[in-house]
T-cell receptor, first 117, second 116 residues
Framework: GAGVSQTPSNKVTEKGKYVELRCDPI?????LYWYRQSLGQGPEFLIY????????DSGLPNDRFFAVRPEGSVSTLKIQRTERGDSAVYLC???????????????FGPGTRLTVL | AQKVTQAQTEISVVEKEDVTLDCVYE???????LFWYKQPPSGELVFLIR??????QNEISGRYSWNFQKSTSSFNFTITASQVVDSAVYFC?????????????FGKGITLSVRP
């Protein structure tokens, strides 16, 4: 079946602009995660959705970052007033419900490479 | 707080050599899961193996094996008879068993280069 998809694959924007990054999880996966991966680093957690609600947004760096998942499937990560330091690969992952078990592995998408000039 | 340390940054081996990737973790939780992911040049993270904190039995799966030792908080991963296609960045990750907070905490990764 189809894996996690993310669009766009690359996004170049100017400092101060607004961007939206989209994630389409694996069908039937109720848990959805956003991570950010800077060059030479491991992915860092941003936010986790269980269904439509954000169960944990402790990784969002500041209030310029926001994410939604209105129908419990597709999620959009929104970044306002982008800064050069926001440049990174933004990864989305999905898994079966996390309420039952943290055993379920997370399946990752190919990522969106964001470059802020 | 959780922390994963991958002290090795880059490893280079010749094809058919065995290679072990080290991982040390920190957590105060008694129940947790450990994972290894592979990130090839294409960029997509691929799940490799997982182990829960209750099971220290070490296993072999094809060319992959792992050594989990709670006493030293280590979860090392070995590739036997390495191949060029194994060249990638390998991440160790930790996940605690808390329903409301199931994020993965990753190490910085180890870049493995397998030369023909």
């Amino acid at each position: 079946g189809a894996g996690v998809s993310q669009t766009p694959s690359n996004k170049v924007t100017e400092k101060g602009k607004y961007v939206e990054l989209r994630c389409d999880p694996i069908s039937g996966h109720t848990a959805l995660y956003w991570y950010r991966q800077s060059l030479g680093q491991g992915p860092e957690f941003l936010i986790y959705f269980q269904g439509t609600g954000a169960a944990d947004d402790s990784g969002l760096p500041n209030d310029r970052f926001f994410a939604v998942r209105p129908e419990g499937s597709v999620s959009t990560l929104k970044i306002q007033r982008t800064e050069r330091g926001d440049s990174a690969v933004y990864l989305c992952a999905s898994s079966l419900s996390s309420r039952e078990s943290a055993y379920n592995e997370q399946f990752f998408g190919p990522g969106t490479r964001l470059t802020v000039l | 707080a959780q922390k994963v340390t991958q002290a090795q940054t880059e490893i280079s081996v010749v094809e058919k050599e065995d290679v072990t990737l080290d991982c040390v973790y920190e957590t105060r939780d008694t129940t947790y899961y450990l994972f290894w992911y592979k990130q090839p040049p294409s960029g997509e993270l691929v799940f490799l193996i997982r182990r829960n904190s209750f099971d220290e039995q070490n296993e072999i799966s094809g060319r992959y094996s792992w050594n989990f030792q709670k006493s030293t908080s280590s979860f090392n991963f070995t590739i036997t008879a390495s191949q060029v296609v194994d060249s990638a960045v390998y991440f160790c990750a930790l996940r605690t068993y808390t329903g409301a907070n199931s994020k993965l905490t990753f190490g910085k990764g180890i870049t493995l280069s397998v030369r023909p």
